[in-house]
């Protein structure tokens, strides 16, 4: 109820009391969309002195614009066809003269003045009240609410994560069939709510707790008319700002001839991420590295090379830090160092392994070669293929010479 409507209807209360006379309730103003319709709430009295003249058959007749008695009005609800279709769809007998106008266009824009025709010499225009009706293209934009445990908060204000956030939604309904209907979306996979309906307020809620995942998802409300022609649809869009604890989302440490950990954290505000070797703190030097990486916003990825001389230290820390708490992530360095070198020492013994079994296949065949080259030389007379043969073995055996030669190196 506008200031207006409640004015009109404090006076009508009022003559209610004291001496019935002529007098009306209307809103100030409606807003239509174009190809819908109109709902106009009304209410009006009359002087007690006509109360015997007002039936069943009463008219209700709408004038626009002009009141006088010379202008035809626009709708009669006891002609067939009037220039605005429409109904009365309260009982005039009641004092109620609630009215829809049906399939509204721009032309219907403009000031309505209301008159009763009843038996006798009942027939009143009521002059003072008039509602003004404006036909608009296009719906208007639902308001959007951000409420944070159930206070009311403006602007871009950040919300802590766990905090219970509510969206509200709402918008005036006009009339329409069928109704209009309130829809959430947004940029995350979120699941939304339905809406509900409160007289000429549409209202929609989307309730839930506040979490990292919330974190810029931006949430909009649409509100949508199905009408004969054409959809039309407004909307209004919040974006959610969650400041959270700092998370380790990724780790890691490997080992080669210098030791590199890695730590990956996220949070908001911006997170700072600290070392610790063996529960000391370690500053950035050229024996232990430390560079960092920002990711986005809220993460960032820290680097920590560790000089081989400091590996002995048992634990490496890596500490993740904002002002909504902290994270922290323990490497076991020695366990690290045994498990690379433990490698390394697997790799030694195969490669060994490996030139002694070719050491001794060699060897194998030299002495077959040696011993067929004894029985053919006893048997035949061919030195030249013997010879050929021997060299054959001999480069063989220089191979593998320069096998065990590479294993050393390694
Ligand atoms: C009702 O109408 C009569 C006659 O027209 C008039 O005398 C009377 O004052 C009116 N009542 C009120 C409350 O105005
Ligand atoms: C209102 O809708 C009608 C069709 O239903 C269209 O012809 C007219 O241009 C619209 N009015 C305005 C102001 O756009
Ligand atoms: C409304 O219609 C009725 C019936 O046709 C007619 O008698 C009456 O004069 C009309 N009212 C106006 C204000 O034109
Ligand atoms: C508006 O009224 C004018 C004249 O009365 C008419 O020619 C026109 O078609 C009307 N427009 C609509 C959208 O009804
Ligand atoms: C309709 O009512 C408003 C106030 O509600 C007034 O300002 C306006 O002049 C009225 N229109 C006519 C044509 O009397
Ligand atoms: C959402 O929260 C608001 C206020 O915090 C509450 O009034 C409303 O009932 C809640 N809606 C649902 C569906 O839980
Ligand atoms: C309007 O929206 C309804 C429901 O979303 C759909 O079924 C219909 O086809 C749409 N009409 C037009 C003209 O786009
Ligand atoms: C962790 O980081 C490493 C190196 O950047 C990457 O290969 C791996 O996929 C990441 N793991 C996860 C779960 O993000
Ligand atoms: C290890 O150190 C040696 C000699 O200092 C160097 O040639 C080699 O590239 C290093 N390897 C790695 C992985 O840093
Ligand atoms: C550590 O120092 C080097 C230069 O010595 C620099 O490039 C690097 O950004 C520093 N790291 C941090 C975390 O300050
Ligand atoms: C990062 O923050 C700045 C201001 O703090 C903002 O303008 C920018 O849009 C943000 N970018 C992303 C990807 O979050
Ligand atoms: C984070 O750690 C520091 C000490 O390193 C401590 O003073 C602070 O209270 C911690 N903050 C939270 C939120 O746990």
């Not at 969206?167 to 209009?180: F, G, V, Y």
């Not at 004969?228 to 869009?237: I, L, V």
């Not at 500053?283 to 986005?296: A, D, P, V, Y």
Request: aromatic share 8%; proline share 3%; net charge positive.
């Amino acid at each position: 109820m506008n200031t207006a409507e409640k004015i009109l209807s404090v006076c009508f209360l009022l003559q209610g009391v004291c001496c019935r006379d002529f007098s009306i309730s209307l809103p100030e103003k409606i807003q239509a969309l174009n190809g819908s319709c109109v709902i106009i709430k009304c209410r009006f009295d009359i002087n007690e002195t006509y109360d015997k003249d007002i039936s069943e058959r009463a008219a209700g007749v709408w004038y626009k614009d002009k009141h006088d008695r010379i202008s035809s009005p626009v709708f009669n609800s006891s002609m067939q066809n009037s220039f605005i279709k429409g109904k009365i769809t309260g009982k005039l007998k009641d004092k109620d003269c609630n009215t829809v106008f049906y399939d509204v266009t721009s032309n219907h824009s403009g000031q309505y003045f209301f008159r009763i025709e009843g038996e006798g010499g009942l027939k009143w225009t009521y002059r003072k009240g008039n509602v003004s009706v404006n036909v608009i293209e296009s719906p208007v934009n639902p308001r959007v609410v951000l409420y944070v445990d159930g206070q009311e908060l403006q602007g871009q204000q950040e919300v802590l994560e766990g905090r219970s956030v509510s969206l509200r939604c709402s918008a005036e309904t006009l009339c329409s069939s069928p109704p209009a209907t309130l829809t959430w979306s947004s940029t995350a996979k979120i699941p939304l709510s339905k809406s509900s309906k409160l007289k000429e307020l549409i209202i929609s809620d989307l309730n839930f707790t506040a979490a990292p995942r919330h974190h810029r998802v931006t949430f909009t409300c649409s509100i949508s008319y199905q009408l004969q022609n054409k959809n039309r649809t407004a909307h209004s869009s919040i974006t959610l700002h969650v400041q959270y604890a700092t998370q380790i989302s990724n780790s890691s440490c490997s080992s080669t001839n210098v030791t590199v950990c890695f730590c990956e954290v996220d949070g908001n505000p911006y997170p700072v991420v600290e070392w610790y070797l063996s529960g000391r703190p370690v500053s950035n030097s050229s024996s232990t590295f430390i560079s960092k990486e920002r990711l986005s916003n809220t993460s960032l990825r820290s680097f920590i090379s560790l000089h081989q001389s400091l590996t002995h230290s048992n634990t490496l820390l890596c500490v993740s830090k904002n002002t909504h708490g902290n994270a922290t992530q323990l490497f076991h360095l020695d366990f690290i160092i045994q498990k690379e070198s433990r490698t390394l020492l697997f790799i030694l013994i195969g490669a060994a392994a490996g030139a002694l079994v070719v050491v001794m296949l060699c060897a194998v065949t030299y002495t077959c070669v040696r011993l067929s080259t004894k029985l053919k030389a006893q048997t035949e007379t061919v030195d030249t293929y013997a010879s050929l043969q021997l060299s054959a073995a001999q480069n063989l055996e220089y191979d593998t010479l320069n096998i065990k030669k590479r294993e050393d190196t390694k």
